[in-house]
């Protein structure tokens, strides 16, 4: 029983509530916009329908292959639970080193030049906060991945989306590129294989993007972590282009080609004294990687993990076939995706937006995608589909968007 | 058996249903080379039969399964043919394999019931002249048959939507 005395108070109480806690919030994390991808995640689970086939998704259908699981399995139980060295354990980077020659033909020090992080989006933070002072313009190729603008923000700099375009199917051009540059202009940021357009640059392709970052003394952070989801030819690192290897930090991990999603288990690989940097921030923030990913990830790269990895890449290759010329069928056009595991095809010829497209896909059709619009300039009238899952699933979801463009005409 | 044949297997062998024109757009060839593929290998009996894997455990009518060990004599001239001939023929029969080491035929039976089973390698299995003797295993449960896992541990727990 609430005496008449207190009534104020208790009032009082509730109005510094309602009044929050915002202006205590630092300017910069107040400015960081709500993730585009995260609303539409609130929209497909809110409708708790367990019918809708989901495209929307951003990581591998296959569970983490079973022997490095059980790698990390029986490192728990002979009780390997400490922390590692900073960088990560010497067997694993050393592994790395090899692994990264081996693949992409770039050579990296274990012992100065690789960083072990907590998934490659760690990395991709630490690179920004060693290299950013305020003020820094930070070249972005849109429309993709949707945290590298927003860490941008958050250490002062200034993100420069540079538009790209569904007819250079969304690859960087020279011009684009010559043009958002400034005497401002720090880094660039590259991410091929691209989520979201599963676009790849050849050799060719980024030589003359390398002459560029080379004439205006850029860095280049590249996000490699589709490099082997590739479906016609190898992968090329910027790294290993002429010059390239000291100017480039590059970022990838273990999520995507092993299926270690919530492993968080990623790595760096640059300069000495970038590394360095990047490692004094990592120390201080999380010490070191966990080490049963650690552990894992060895087993990965070290004991079989790679034919397992060609399996599951001959798989995405053919599941991609078929939604590519799925929506070919349909009458969308679909540029042909050569990496990562997503089909982009774009939703103009229907003159719905992609987000209005997008829900009302989701809520007539029950087939959840991602409006492209999320992943920045460019983005707008495409659809991010990802085809990592059963052919069953592929074929039923196809069905119904065809369904679906049928009935808006 | 060449690569393209191969491929269009490792596809059937996970869901037989899938037409000719879907592999075809899979693997990035033609339909008419697909069927044509298809075709030959039903001809060459390298694909045998289109069937379904069920899981007998979650039907009313439940089956029991046994395997039995069979140590047999061989025949001059015929080895154990002959023999594996007069054992796969009968219906209870699901497998039969010619083993190495302790004992020759390892033979699959399905039956109603215990008893069935029983009464099917007292009364047919053994009684064939160059049986010499039988061992029988009764299956209790189904994890994995034909690389396909029974339990549903494998069903999809990722996020609907992710970056």
Not at chain 1, 229 to 250: C, E, Q, W, Y
Request: glycine share 8%.
């Amino acid at each position: 029983m609430i005496k008449d005395e207190e009534k104020p108070q208790i009032e009082q109480v509730e109005g510094s509530r309602s009044g929050g806690m915002q202006h205590h919030l630092a300017a910069s994390a107040r400015a960081i916009p709500p993730s585009g991808i995260r609303r539409f995640f609130d929209l497909v689970s809110a409708s708790k329908d367990k019918d809708i086939i989901t495209l929307g998704v951003g990581e591998p259908d296959f569970v983490t292959p079973w022997r490095i699981r059980d790698a990390a399995v029986y490192s728990l139980e002979k009780g390997k639970t400490q922390y590692t060295s900073n960088a990560g354990m010497p067997e694993l980077r050393e592994a790395i080193g090899q692994y990264l020659y081996n693949q992409f033909n770039v050579a990296y020090d274990p012992a100065k030049e690789v960083i072990v992080t907590i998934g490659g989006s760690e990395g991709i933070d630490l690179a920004l906060r060693a290299l950013i002072e305020p003020g820094d313009e930070i070249l972005v190729p849109e429309p993709c991945y949707i945290s590298y603008s927003p860490i941008t923000s958050l250490s002062g700099g200034v993100p420069v989306g540079i538009e790209t375009f569904a007819e250079d199917q969304f690859k960087l051009t020279s011009a684009s590129l010559q043009a958002a540059i400034t005497p401002k202009s720090k880094i660039l940021v590259l991410c091929y294989p691209s989520n979201p357009t599963g676009t790849i640059m050849t050799y060719e392709e980024m030589l003359p993007i390398a002459k560029i970052v080379e004439e205006n003394d850029l860095i280049v952070i590249s996000d490699e972590i589709y490099a082997e989801l590739t479906f016609n030819g190898n992968h090329v690192s910027f790294a290993s282009l002429p010059g390239m290897k000291d100017r480039t930090i590059l970022v990838s991990g273990f999520s995507k080609a092993f299926a270690m999603t919530g492993w968080r288990m990623g790595y760096a690989c640059g300069h000495p004294d970038l590394i360095s940097a990047m490692l004094k921030i990592h120390q201080y923030t999380v010490m070191c990687a966990p080490i049963m990913g650690q552990v894992a990830a060895l087993e990965a790269l070290t004991k079989g993990g790679l034919e397992e990895k060609d399996r599951m890449v001959e798989s995405y290759n053919q599941r991609r076939r078929l939604v590519v010329q799925g929506f070919r069928d349909m009458g969308l056009k679909c540029h042909e995706p050569h990496g990562a595991f997503y089909a982009f095809p774009s939703i103009h010829s229907t003159g719905l937006t992609s987000e209005q497209f997008a829900e009302r896909l989701l809520l007539e059709a029950k087939v959840a995608a991602v409006p492209g619009h999320v992943f920045g300039k460019g983005g707008e009238g495409f659809l991010r589909c990802c085809y990592a899952t059963s052919v069953a699933q592929l074929t039923e979801a196809m069905e119904r968007i065809n369904l679906f463009l049928r009935s808006l005409e | 058996m060449n690569e393209f044949k191969l491929s269009i297997l490792d596809l059937l062998k996970e869901d037989a249903r899938l037409s000719a024109a879907t592999i075809a757009t899979m693997l990035g060839a033609e339909k008419e080379d697909v069927s044509a593929a298809i075709a030959e290998m039903e001809r060459d009996h390298v694909i045998v039969k289109y069937a379904t894997v069920i899981n007998w455990s979650k039907v009313d009518d439940e089956k029991v399964t046994a395997l039995i060990e069979v140590e047999c004599t061989p025949e001059r001239g015929r080895g154990f043919e002959n023999i594996a001939e007069r054992v796969y023929l009968y219906p209870e029969v699901k497998s039969v394999y010619l083993m190495s080491g302790a004992y020759d035929l390892l033979v699959e039976i399905e039956g109603k019931n215990l008893k069935e089973v029983a009464s099917f390698v007292s009364n047919k299995l053994s009684t064939i002249d160059s049986v010499i003797s039988t061992k029988s295993f009764f299956i209790l449960k189904k994890y994995k048959q034909d690389g396909i896992i029974f339990e549903e541990f494998e069903d999809d727990h990722r996020l609907l939507v992710s970056p």
